[in-house]
């Protein structure tokens, strides 16, 4: 394994990341979310602080209304009730009929057989992406049990074939969360090395992250000057959402003020400290 590269070596994606970043804070991508109960309002409170605009549709009869309008949409599997498992095929039915990209998030899937089988109906409707931790990413490619509810019991390092089979099947862009975070689509895998643990002590800072990435495509989408495919956009967001975290971290006693410090990071974040602070690795795959 090389030394973490920084820009332009990495072709040129921390450079994509400041102009999206740019981009996203321009064009306030409307971002729908249908996510887990535990974390409805951060997830509002990182879309709005990064520049993007939430909406939190869940119910059946405008789910899939408003996913054919928005700019970027997000499913989140963390609390699958009746209502949002309905909502959330609407959702993606209207996503894909008027394309809108969305980012699936399969929460916890593995051992728990309700949201396992509708995380992977929804994968068979070819996500532009899919976010997850290592025992998430493998479960979803049928080579493990799942983890320890939604912890990790597995490292990026352990699903990079996974991911790199599932974004090969599908067309997905597959982004693995983890120390440092993996992110494929199929043919490329980059390594971001940014980011502190503190994401780990909050409730929903993956769970945001999706989010903020499913604005990033949104914006990507509606901004072709920002230069960003998906896999560009994808990489984008989880280099502004782990610098943004960095810089909370610095000044963060616990993780009560990260929580708080994590927002008003990503508000303050310009596009140049993006570019200035990442650290990323590319390695392309062997066919």
Do not use: K
């Amino acid at each position: 394994m090389s030394d973490l590269l920084r820009p332009p070596s990495a072709p040129g994606h921390a450079r994509e990341a400041a102009n999206l970043l740019g981009a996203v804070r321009a064009r306030a991508p409307l971002t729908h979310c249908i996510t887990n109960a535990v974390v409805t309002g951060f997830t509002a409170n990182a879309l709005l602080a990064i520049g993007a605009a939430p909406a939190m549709v869940d119910i059946v009869g405008e789910a899939g209304i408003f996913a054919g309008a928005a700019s970027g949409l997000l499913v989140n599997l963390g609390t699958p009730t009746p209502e949002q498992r309905r909502a959330s095929r609407e959702a993606v039915a209207g996503a894909v009929a008027a394309g809108t990209p969305w980012v699936l998030d399969p929460v916890a899937i593995g051992t728990l057989p309700i949201r396992t089988e509708l995380a992977r109906e929804l994968f068979d409707r070819r996500p532009t992406s899919v976010r997850g931790n290592a025992s998430e990413i493998l479960a979803l490619a049928g080579r493990s049990a799942g983890g320890r509810g939604v912890d990790a019991t597995a490292t990026p390092e352990d699903a990079a074939d996974a991911a790199v089979e599932l974004a090969r099947g599908s067309g997905a862009v597959v982004a693995v969360s983890g120390p440092v975070d993996l992110i494929t689509d199929g043919e490329r895998i980059l390594r971001v090395a940014n980011g502190d643990p503190l994401l780990t002590r909050v409730t929903g800072g993956g769970c945001a992250l999706g989010a903020v990435m499913a604005a990033f495509l949104g914006g990507a989408r509606a901004d072709a000057d920002a230069g960003a495919d998906a896999l560009g956009a994808v990489v984008a967001a989880h280099l502004a959402y782990a610098v943004a975290a960095e810089r909370a971290a610095s000044r963060a006693s616990g993780p009560g003020f990260f929580a708080v410090s994590l927002l008003d990071a990503l508000a303050e974040l310009r596009p140049e400290d993006v570019e200035s602070a990442a650290r990323i690795e590319l390695e392309e795959v062997a066919a």
